[in-house]
Antibody
Framework: EVHLVASGGGLVQPGGSLRLSCAVS????????MNWVRQSPGKGLEWLSY????????HYADSVKGRFSISRDNAKNSLYLQMNNLRAEDSAVYYC?????????WGQGTLVTVSS | DIVMTQSPDSLVVSLGERATINCKSS????????????LAWYQQKPGQPPKLLIS???TRESGVPDRFSGSGSGTDFTLTISSLQAEDVAVYYC?????????FGRGTRVEIK
């Protein structure tokens, strides 16, 4: 069974940084592209970033480009999202999701709150 | 960016009745090289992450009840729940994976009458 467990969320001040992690099990991690998607409270889903299995292609949504950085460690079956210069509007639940094409498997999410 | 427009925003349906959700993309998500529509449907129940129901516009994921079906091509798509059950109360999202950025519809909330 596939499991994705996101962690690293919390309360951070505007302008601060946070690093999210996603531990993956139950699939051949390096064979899958990975994504980060967020959901603000009571709102819809926003795709943020994508990284291929061997990190040869990386993409970002305009809303986070230049502030967020996605990476992965295939030896540790882990995905990361480094978030810098955080803003109040970045407050959301952050999900990691695996993909071959569609977003096949999702983690439970980790809550990020940006507030002073 | 490809804009995904879902309708209606919410739907109230009696148990056992049909629920129909529409999704329109601002440009075609049909990929000519494989003749597949790069369109997925997700179900999100309260307090849970989204769950993939249907990929390639009409391919049901393993374990998804056959009362869920997807149809459409190009820019117009439909998710149908043929006989609504209590456990189907959720928000449903369409998403295109034809282009970057991946984009979602705003969601359709399905409730029981």
């Amino acid at each position: 069974e596939v499991h994705l467990v996101a962690s690293g969320g919390g309360l951070v001040q505007p302008g601060g940084s946070l690093r999210l992690s996603c531990a993956v099990s139950g699939l051949t991690f390096s064979s899958y592209s990975m994504n980060w998607v967020r959901q603000s409270p009571g709102k819809g889903l926003e795709w943020l970033s994508y990284i291929t299995g061997y990190s040869d292609a990386i993409h970002y949504a305009d809303s986070v480009k230049g502030r967020f950085s996605i990476s992965r460690d295939n030896a540790k079956n882990s995905l990361y999202l480094q978030m810098n210069n955080l803003r109040a509007e970045d407050s959301a639940v952050y999900y990691c999701a695996s993909s071959n094409a569609s977003l096949d498997h999702w983690g439970q999410g980790t809550l990020v709150t940006v507030s002073s | 960016d490809i804009v995904m427009t879902q309708s209606p925003d919410s739907l109230v349906v009696s148990l056992g009745e049909r629920a129909t959700i529409n999704c329109k993309s601002s440009q075609s998500v049909l990929y000519s090289s494989n003749n597949k529509n790069h369109l997925a449907w997700y179900q999100q129940k309260p307090g849970q992450p989204p769950k993939l129901l249907i990929s390639w516009a009409s391919t049901r994921e393993s374990g998804v009840p056959d009362r869920f079906s997807g149809s459409g091509s190009g820019t117009d798509f439909t998710l149908t729940i043929s006989s609504l059950q209590a456990e189907d109360v959720a928000v449903y999202y369409c998403q295109q994976y034809h282009a970057i950025p991946r984009t979602f519809g705003r969601g359709t909330r399905v409730e029981i009458k």
